[in-house]
């Protein structure tokens, strides 16, 4: 069965740090990879999200994602976190074939001033 | 705008009820996915339809069901809530292409005494 692992539950960097979140994936096949964020108190909105080509995905809000095959691994990334970016973010995956999203854990994210 | 509607946004009610959350989207998509988030678990699915008339159960079913009577609706009923069903309920949708992005409503947060 499919599955996401995100390893940090919690991380908190500095505003204007730059961000890692760690996501691997365990699936038969190169999946639809996905970031999601959530704002507290609200709905889940789509970062980003790789389908094949180019491994370096660009989404919004300045974020950026590394596909490694090798690794199954689909990191998130941001070169410089405003204190706006504190919220909870998913890794998430899908087969090719389907529309089924697998979500992992998520990472709370926090940016101290 | 298209959007995704939930309601009620918060329920309180007691165990061995009857439940009925809402799920209304103008996106006229064909997709539609109830998903539980709960601490440490991430958004986990609980029921999903591709299309009207169309129902399929996901991972953790047990104590729930939906029908699909239009494309705009998919009400999740909790047949007699169990404490175990405390949880914020998500409500998303999604184009018929496989990988299409999903719109997730506000969701509803239900407490079960």
């Known amino acids: 069965a499919q599955s996401v692992t995100q390893p940090d539950i919690h991380i908190t960097v500095s505003e204007g740090a730059s961000l890692e979140l760690r996501c691997n994936y365990s699936?038969?096949?190169?999946?639809?990879l996905f970031w999601y964020v959530q704002s507290p108190g609200q709905g889940l909105q789509l970062l980003l999200k790789?389908?094949?080509?180019?491994?370096l995905v660009q989404g919004i809000k300045g974020f950026e994602a590394e596909f490694k095959r090798s690794q199954s691994s689909f990191n998130l990334r941001k070169p410089s976190v405003h204190w706006s970016d504190a919220a909870e973010y998913f890794c998430?995956?899908?087969?090719?074939?389907?529309?089924?999203?697998?979500f992992g854990a998520g990472t709370i994210l926090r940016v101290k001033s | 705008d298209a959007e995704i509607t939930q309601s009620p946004r918060h329920k309180i009610t007691e165990t061995g009820r009857q439940v009925t959350l809402a799920c209304h989207q103008t996106?006229?998509?064909?997709?539609m996915f109830w998903y539980r988030q709960d601490l440490g678990h991430g958004l986990r699915l609980i029921h999903y339809?591709?299309?009207?008339?169309?129902?399929n159960k996901g991972e953790v079913s047990d104590g729930y069901s939906v029908s699909r009577s239009n494309t705009e609706d998919l009400p999740l009923t909790l047949e007699s809530a169990a404490s175990s069903q405390t949880s914020v309920y998500f409500c998303?949708?999604?184009?018929?292409?496989?990988?299409?992005?999903?719109?997730f409503g506000e969701g509803s947060r239900l407490t079960v005494l």
């Open positions: 996106w006229n998509h064909n997709n």
């Open positions: 790789y389908f094949s080509g180019d491994t």
């Open positions: 339809s591709y299309g009207v008339q169309d129902t």
């Open positions: 699936y038969g096949a190169t999946p639809y």
């Open positions: 998303a949708s999604s184009e018929g292409t496989a990988g299409g992005e999903l719109f």
């Open positions: 998430a995956v899908a087969p090719v074939s389907g529309n089924k999203l697998v």
